[in-house]
């Protein structure tokens, strides 16, 4: 994974970042699985490799293919870049080891929610019990997200084809 | 800093180092395209990590039985990241819509989704207004 990060990197044609991004998001998607969160796998699986994948060759194809060669110097983003992951890993430090059990994570609410899906709610999925029920104004949330930048991509894009005619029409009124 | 404590923060640090290529494509990157890209490298990387908190050794998937009869042996992985990062996901493919959309509007706006070409015109759109109404607005702006 991090070969295909580096090589989209330092890729420039446009259209074989696309599609190593969508390699990257399946790879991230079976790495998912092997931690265990299988809903999350196929979630990533879908949007990340799918949806946005398709999303991003339909801006190419509406703006351009290749990259330019950026003038900048790269010393000022690397240096900010390396210090930040300094900073990230100091951080790390503190945690408790991958996969302990008796992390402050495991401790506190996932048991609640175990016993409280098995008892109340009845459903075998847990994910989709917290999903729905214990975190539903979460979704709720998300859903008025998602509600908003749809909007907000059809303002965007709506007037696309009126505006094209309309400085089509001005050109020909100049020449 | 014994051996375990390396092999036991591996993982956070390889996600730290996706995450880190992720923010220099974002900062040192000019092509608009290319910057979400590495926005969406970065964003996986954020969920690897949380994901990774949530792991237990020996776990799995936090889903029980059909019948509910669970067995108190079975360890389950913590499923509250999972919950948070699938919201995560979907705001994350909304966001990037709705950049890819700009995308589109600045490429027909200015002809280009180069950060420089789009600031040498807006530096030269500038001077021109300087040069223009720069008097009447007492000097350069």
């Known amino acids: 994974m991090v070969a295909t990060a580096v090589a989209i990197a330092r890729m420039r044609s446009l259209f074989a970042t ?7 998001s399946l790879l991230s998607a079976l790495l ?33 293919r290749v990259e330019r060669p950026s003038s900048r110097s790269p010393v000022i983003p690397l240096f900010v870049v390396i210090a930040t992951g300094a900073m990230l890993i100091y951080g790390t430090l503190d945690m408790p080891n991958f996969g302990s059990p008796d992390a402050p994570a495991q401790l506190h609410v996932a048991p609640d929610y175990f016993y409280g899906t098995e008892k109340d709610i009845k459903l075998p999925n847990v994910v989709t019990a917290i999903l729905a029920s ?27 084809r009126t505006r094209r005619r309309r400085d089509e029409d001005e050109e020909e009124d100049e020449t | 800093m014994s051996w375990e404590f390396i092999v036991g923060h591996l993982p956070y640090w390889l996600f730290i180092t996706l995450m880190m290529t992720g923010l220099y494509i974002v900062v040192a990157k000019g092509n608009y395209v290319k910057k979400i890209v590495g926005l969406n490298i970065f964003q996986t990387s954020v969920f690897m990590l949380y994901i990774s908190i949530g792991k237990i050794t020996g776990g799995t998937a936090p889903i029980f039985p059909l019948d509910l009869e669970v067995d108190p042996e079975t ?10 990062i699938l919201t995560a996901i979907v705001v994350g493919i909304a966001t990037t819509a709705l950049g890819l959309a700009l995308i589109v509007r600045i ?16 530096y030269r759109l500038t001077q021109h207004e300087n040069a223009v109404h720069g008097d009447a607005m007492g000097g350069r702006a």
């Open chain 1, 32 to 64: 998912f699985v092997n931690l265990d969160a299988v809903d999350v796998a196929f979630t990533e699986a879908a949007v990340g490799a799918g949806i946005s994948t398709v999303l991003m060759l339909g801006t190419l194809a509406l703006t351009s």
């Open chain 1, 134 to 160: 214990y975190r539903g104004f979460d979704t709720l949330g998300e859903t008025a997200v998602v509600f908003t930048a749809g909007i907000g991509v059809l303002l965007l894009i709506s007037g696309l």
């Open chain 2, 107 to 122: 490429r027909e706006e200015y002809g280009s989704i180069e950060e420089d070409v789009i600031l040498d015109i807006e």
């Open chain 2, 75 to 84: 360890v389950y992985s913590n499923p509250l990241p999972h919950v948070l």
């Open chain 1, 18 to 24: 696309v599609m190593l991004a969508g390699v990257f």
